[in-house]
């Protein structure tokens, strides 16, 4: 069995990316669309990897969304149903961090807000909770 604690200690990374990123998106003028994207996809990245420290597995030193989802498919094929929004958050791990490099508007922001969001609840609701567990989408 996992160390419970450090599953729960990843989750609350990707819930505080996903609250810092929900913040910055609705309630900061201008808003701050690079920055938001980046957070969703560390949101997403750091919930897929809780559940496989949960299940015991090392996850890799990797941005890629998709192989770590497709990694968590694995393992349970219900992750398929969240693969498509981490192939399209996965860019946004590096490309919004430089200029020039992925020019994002609000309408794509506010979608990469949402698919992180379901990234999040479909990985926690993958986990058994505890009172420790962040609770579900009350962000």
């Known amino acids: 069995m996992s160390d419970i604690k450090l599953v729960y200690d990843w989750l609350r990374h990707s819930q505080n990316n996903l609250i810092v990123a929900r913040h910055s ?18 949101s997403a990245e750091t919930a897929l990897k809780a559940y496989l420290v949960y299940l015991d597995m090392e996850p890799p030193k990797t ?37 020039n490099e992925l020019a994002v508007d609000e309408k794509i922001t ?9 990234v999040y609840d479909f990985c926690l609701s993958k986990i058994p909770s505890e009172d420790s567990v962040p609770p579900k989408s009350e962000i």
């Open 110 to 118: 506010e979608q990469a807000v949402i698919m992180a969001q379901k």
């Open 25 to 42: 998106f609705y309630d900061l003028h201008p808003k701050q669309t690079e920055i938001v994207c980046y957070l969703c996809q560390q």
């Open 63 to 99: 941005h890629n969304l998709v192989e770590l989802c497709n990694l968590c498919i694995e393992q349970n094929s219900e992750y398929s149903a969240i693969k498509e929004y981490c192939a399209r958050l996965t860019p946004y791990g590096v490309e919004t961090r430089y200029p």
